[in-house]
């Protein structure tokens, strides 16, 4: 034990001297080596892990190494819950069978999925409505109003939409439809700020365009519901 201590002790003591010997130019030259070495070391490693490691199964895999489950990285919600946790996941997977989303606890096809969005969709739009509920504002009245998308320098509306009905309906021709149309040279040539807004207008566009379709649904069902 003495002689392990004391061949450690210098083994430091030559260490002290080897490191005073060296001037701080020379300290710091050969510091800024190693750093340089350091440093092509770790490139050159994620550069070999890159290449031996991608999957050759699936584009969007992003397991390394040997695997039989493929999966892509997950996305989420922007904004997280109350207690900071991601909500929403999603990624791409597959193990044994075809590539499906997973979604909610689920494994879903594309066209599963899709639906599965459409009734995320109407239920923002409902949790949209108790905020303007929350602010006094009047529910919408997609009967009788008109919605339309404005863009900053445009002459008139994108485009608008409202709910026509036939005073004269031919037989077979339907007494009520969704009217969507557009002002003549309404165009418009946008910067990021004129974009932000189409973007705002357009995403409050669709829930009303949304309440324009169940309205027209539920008017259409009403003369079949009649005896």
Same mark, same amino acid.
């Given at each position: 034990?003495?002689?392990?201590?004391?061949?450690?002790?210098?083994?430091?003591?030559? /260490?002290? %001297?080897?490191?005073?010997?060296?001037?701080?130019?020379?300290? #710091?030259?050969?510091?800024?080596?190693?750093? !340089? $070495?350091?440093?092509?070391?770790?490139?050159?490693?994620?550069?070999?892990? /890159?290449? %031996?490691?991608?999957?050759?199964?699936?584009?969007?895999?992003? #397991?390394?190494?040997?695997?039989?489950?493929? !999966? $892509?990285?997950?996305?989420?919600?922007?904004?997280?819950?109350?207690?900071?946790?991601?909500?929403?996941?999603?990624?791409?997977?597959?193990?044994d069978g075809p590539p499906t989303v997973g979604f909610l606890d689920l494994n879903l096809t594309a066209e599963q999925t899709r639906t599965r969005v459409a009734e995320l969709h109407r239920h923002l739009d409902r949790v949209a409505a108790l905020a303007d509920q929350l602010e006094g504002q009047a529910p919408l009245d997609p009967g009788t109003e008109c919605y339309s998308v404005t863009a900053p320098g445009a002459t008139g509306a994108l485009i608008s939409a409202e709910i026509f009905r036939s005073d004269d309906p031919q037989p077979g021709d339907p007494t009520a439809s969704i009217s969507v149309f557009g002002l003549q040279d309404s165009d418009a040539d946008l910067d990021v700020a004129g974009a932000d807004h189409l973007i705002a207008d357009l995403e409050e566009f669709l829930p009303r365009l949304r309440a324009l379709r169940n309205h027209l649904a539920a008017t259409v069902a009403e003369p079949e519901a009649r005896p």
């Open positions: 034990m003495t002689c392990t201590t004391a061949s450690n002790a210098a083994n430091d003591n030559s /260490a002290r %001297a080897a490191t005073q010997a060296l001037s701080v130019e020379q300290f #710091e030259t050969t510091g800024k080596q190693i750093g !340089s $070495s350091m440093t092509i070391l770790r490139e050159a490693l994620q550069v070999l892990q /890159a290449n %031996a490691s991608a999957c050759g199964v699936h584009t969007w895999c992003a #397991e390394v190494g040997d695997h039989t489950m493929h !999966s $892509s990285a997950y996305i989420e919600a922007p904004t997280p819950d109350g207690l900071g946790d991601d909500v929403l996941l999603a990624n791409l997977m597959c193990e």
